[in-house]
């Protein structure tokens, strides 16, 4: 096992990783700025407002999401064999006709809807909840190229992506606000980023647009479908609902206080996203062809945990010199719940490992583990967590069921069920 640990260290995948963890650490760092810059420029109702969509969104992300799994999915086992072009460009012009029917049909209702929804999260800005709506529609297209580069293992041009639209999202959002569109135009930004860095995502899978047409295209698997989305949308929801249970069940004075602490633990998320997008097509084609992909885990747990329990230190030692670093002295030193926070959100990063790893090789039970753990958590939440200390305990103790559940994914994949 640690021969082979050293061998995939010093390949191409672990290239990859490098490649992908670097623009995930350049487009983190300009998200964080969108966070930042729009808790600067906006007022405190405004701001929370932001974090609210924003996590709402985050959800649905993850959701749609399942998109772009099953295309990586498809798209990694479909590029084993002879002349893999045809196959994969139909399979991938069929998943991009789909998701902007669903897309556009989505966003519809989503703005029909938005009254209720702004209810619902407390944000009474209709020009926002608008905005948001046309970012749903492109969270429905965009997984479609996201798994095409994934799944082809393009992971410069994912990479390229992935950059363009925080930098982009970055510029737009402080313009927008500044402009006066105030709340609006922060979350307008993400849709108008999104849409260019589109465009530079169907530029750099041009041949499979190309790729001469062919009579068979391979179906989706209903139940992995399925599956996948309970998956996700469970990772989802343990990881983004806290802020809007926050700005649901706490009086507005004590949801300022978790801004800052909700904003500098997503820090924890940057690295391990990318390095998850390269675990999945890796272990799925190792898997599809009967090999053991427990290797590529073992090393995307450490890439994952370390680096966020250094940071997580940093926070617990100088949470009040970073808050008042980062934030300017606009909010309080938040002391202890920053480090917690911080803990929780790294143990999120390696349940994000374990997901990817299990979507990979059809482990089935870690998903209904992980669903009963989210379950949990937000149980306890809504009747426990009287005070934020509270609630960062609740979420610590998800991430640590999660990654115990985790554990029983470590076994030879040979004898492990396909979905």
Same mark, same amino acid.
């Given at each position: 096992?640690?021969?082979?640990?050293?061998?995939?260290?010093? /390949?191409?995948?672990?290239?990859?990783?490098?490649?992908?963890?670097?623009?995930?650490?350049?487009?983190?760092?300009?998200?964080?700025?969108?966070?930042?810059? +729009?808790?600067?420029?906006?007022?405190?109702?405004?701001?929370?407002?932001?974090?609210?969509?924003?996590?709402?969104?985050?959800?649905?992300?993850?959701?749609?999401?399942?998109?772009?799994?099953?295309?990586?999915?498809?798209? +990694?086992?479909?590029?084993?064999?002879?002349?893999?072009?045809?196959?994969?460009?139909? @399979?991938?012009?069929?998943?991009?006709?789909?998701?902007?029917?669903?897309?556009?049909?989505?966003?519809?209702?989503?703005?029909? %809807? /938005?009254? =209720?929804?702004?209810?619902?999260?407390?944000?009474?800005?209709?020009?926002?909840?608008?905005?948001?709506?046309?970012?749903?529609?492109?969270?429905?297209?965009?997984?479609?190229?996201?798994?095409? %580069?994934?799944?082809?293992?393009?992971?410069?041009?994912?990479?390229?992506?992935?950059?363009?639209?925080?930098?982009?999202?970055?510029?737009?959002?402080?313009?927008?606000?500044?402009?006066?569109?105030?709340?609006?135009?922060?979350?307008?930004?993400?849709?108008?980023? /999104?849409?260019?860095?589109? +465009?530079?995502?169907?530029?750099?899978?041009?041949?499979?647009?190309?790729?001469?047409?062919?009579? !068979?295209?391979?179906?989706?698997?209903?139940?992995?479908?399925?599956?996948?989305?309970?998956?996700? @949308?469970? @990772?989802?929801?343990?990881?983004? /609902?806290?802020?809007?249970?926050?700005?649901?069940? =706490?009086?507005?004075?004590? +949801?300022?206080?978790?801004?800052?602490?909700?904003?500098?633990?997503?820090?924890?998320? @940057?690295?391990?996203?990318?390095?998850?997008?390269?675990?999945?097509?890796?272990?799925?084609?190792? !898997?599809?062809?009967?090999?053991?992909?427990?290797?590529?885990?073992l090393l995307a747990l450490a890439a994952t945990l370390i680096p966020g329990l250094l940071l997580t230190l940093l926070y617990f030692l100088f949470p009040g010199p970073i808050v008042a670093l980062v934030f300017r002295g606009q909010y309080e030193n938040p002391?202890?719940?920053?480090?917690?926070?911080?803990?929780?959100?790294?143990?999120?990063?390696?349940?994000?490992?374990?997901?990817?790893?299990?979507?990979?090789?059809?482990?089935?039970?870690?998903?209904?583990?992980?669903?009963?753990?989210?379950?949990?958590?937000?149980?306890?939440?809504?009747?426990?967590?009287?005070?934020?200390?509270?609630?960062?305990?609740?979420?610590?103790?998800?991430?640590?069921?999660?990654?115990?559940?985790?554990?029983?994914?470590?076994?030879?994949?040979?004898?492990?069920?396909?979905?």
């Amino acid at each position: 096992m640690l021969t082979r640990l050293r061998t995939i260290a010093r /390949s191409k995948d672990a290239f990859d990783g490098l490649v992908m963890a670097g623009a995930s650490l350049i487009a983190g760092g300009f998200a964080y700025l969108v966070l930042v810059a +729009a808790g600067l420029l906006l007022d405190d109702a405004a701001a929370i407002a932001f974090l609210a969509i924003m996590n709402v969104l985050k959800i649905a992300e993850q959701v749609t999401w399942v998109i772009r799994n099953v295309v990586a999915y498809y798209l +990694a086992e479909l590029a084993i064999g002879a002349e893999p072009q045809p196959r994969m460009g139909a @399979f991938l012009r069929n998943r991009w006709r789909w998701a902007w029917q669903w897309g556009v049909v989505t966003a519809v209702l989503f703005a029909l %809807l /938005s009254p =209720f929804v702004g209810r619902l999260i407390n944000v009474p800005d209709g020009g926002a909840l608008l905005a948001a709506a046309l970012a749903l529609l492109l969270l429905f297209v965009r997984p479609v190229t996201d798994g095409a %580069l994934q799944g082809s293992q393009q992971f410069w041009g994912l990479g390229s992506v992935t950059v363009l639209q925080e930098l982009l999202r970055f510029g737009l959002t402080i313009g927008l606000i500044l402009a006066g569109l105030q709340l609006a135009g922060a979350v307008l930004a993400l849709p108008l980023a /999104s849409l260019v860095a589109l +465009a530079l995502a169907v530029w750099w899978l041009r041949p499979f647009f190309r790729a001469p047409a062919t009579d !068979h295209v391979q179906k989706v698997s209903l139940p992995y479908s399925l599956l996948t989305l309970v998956g996700l @949308f469970s @990772f989802a929801l343990l990881v983004y /609902s806290d802020a809007i249970l926050v700005n649901r069940i =706490f009086p507005p004075e004590v +949801a300022a206080q978790y801004t800052p602490a909700n904003i500098l633990a997503r820090l924890n998320l @940057f690295v391990p996203i990318a390095i998850g997008m390269v675990l999945f097509p890796k272990a799925t084609q190792k !898997h599809t062809l009967g090999l053991d992909a427990r290797p590529y885990l073992l090393l995307a747990l450490a890439a994952t945990l370390i680096p966020g329990l250094l940071l997580t230190l940093l926070y617990f030692l100088f949470p009040g010199p970073i808050v008042a670093l980062v934030f300017r002295g606009q909010y309080e030193n938040p002391g202890t719940l920053l480090g917690w926070i911080g803990l929780a959100v790294t143990l999120y990063a390696g349940v994000n490992i374990w997901l990817n790893y299990a979507l990979a090789v059809g482990v089935r039970p870690y998903i209904f583990l992980l669903a009963l753990v989210v379950v949990g958590e937000v149980m306890a939440v809504l009747f426990l967590a009287h005070t934020l200390q509270t609630l960062a305990f609740i979420l610590l103790t998800a991430g640590l069921a999660a990654n115990l559940a985790g554990l029983l994914l470590l076994r030879p994949s040979r004898s492990e069920g396909r979905l």
